[in-house]
């Protein structure tokens, strides 16, 4: 019912920038929590950086001063802008959304997309 799309990532070398997005799609009034999590080869998947519907945003350390999270509400997407990118930051990168209030005003979640790889070469 709630589906999500997430779409950006490619090959870049070291130091290059790409842009993610992710756009929820359904029956859906509002979405508190929206982020991006990404899951290196033999590695845990890991919060990178979230949003909430007010705009309040949450980064992981490797992530900060690097990437931009930003949301247009209206539109139910999510960006990630990342630059200054790095090998270690290689991985497949999902959108997330949780707190998803639909047309039975029942919050649902979380929800993921189908993952985007981001490969960065040195």
């Known amino acids: 019912q709630v589906q999500l799309v997430d779409s950006g990532g490619g090959l870049v070398q070291t130091g290059g920038s790409l842009r993610l997005s992710c756009a929820a799609s359904?029956?859906?009034?509002?979405?508190?929590?929206m982020g991006w999590y990404r899951q290196a080869p033999g590695k845990q998947r890991e919060l990178v950086a979230n949003?909430?519907?007010?705009?309040?945003?949450n980064y992981a350390d490797s992530a900060k001063g690097r990437f931009t999270i930003s949301r247009d509400n209206a539109k139910n997407t999510v960006y990630l802008q990342m630059s200054s990118l790095k090998p270690e930051d290689t991985a497949v990168y999902y959108c997330?959304?949780?707190?998803?209030?639909?047309?039975?005003?029942?919050?649902?979640?979380?929800?993921w997309g189908q993952g985007t790889q981001v490969t960065v070469s040195s």
């Open positions: 997330n959304a949780d707190g998803v209030r639909t047309l039975n005003f029942v919050r649902t979640g979380p929800h």
């Open positions: 949003i909430n519907r007010l705009g309040s945003i």
């Open positions: 359904g029956s859906i009034l509002s979405i508190n929590v």
